[in-house]
């Protein structure tokens, strides 16, 4: 499992601002409420994934914007709903709820604004294929 953002979070707080993302490789085992070869299959799974977190700040003089980024980790559990596209391969969407483990605090001048990841919820769609 992979996830890449198609978008970024903002955070602002007076002359300060910052857009936060981040790239999740990751794996889960998965439950399939019914059998997976039926044409919508549904499936529950709990996982784990690495999340590389980056941060671009802007800010006004005296202060600097920089980027920065962290590695954390976020156990997972999701839910999706698939459609048979051909063979064993399907489009598949859903939605992801975790938690990132250390906690990711975003500070601006060293004052926390606001955390990532605590908890996250995230919509995907994407490919699927039944081994």
Not at 24 to 30: A, D, E, L, Q, T
Not at 74 to 95: E, K, Q, R, V
Not at 105 to 128: C, E, H, N, S, Y
């Amino acid at each position: 499992m992979g996830l890449l953002p198609i978008g970024a979070s903002t955070i602002e707080k007076q002359d300060a601002k910052a857009e936060v993302s981040g790239r999740m490789p990751g794996g889960s085992v998965n439950v399939a409420l019914f059998d997976p070869q039926t044409s919508q299959p549904l499936r529950f799974g709990l996982g784990v994934a690495g999340v590389w977190l980056n941060a671009v700040g802007e800010a006004s003089p005296p202060l600097k914007g920089r980027p920065t980024s962290a590695v954390i980790v976020m156990p997972y559990s999701s839910a999706d709903i698939s459609m048979h596209l051909f063979s064993d391969t399907f489009l598949t969407g859903g939605m992801l709820m975790g938690v990132s483990l250390p906690k990711a605090d975003i500070k601006f001048a060293g004052q926390k604004v606001g955390t990532w990841g605590r908890p996250a919820m995230m919509v995907f769609l994407g490919a699927t294929s039944v081994f």
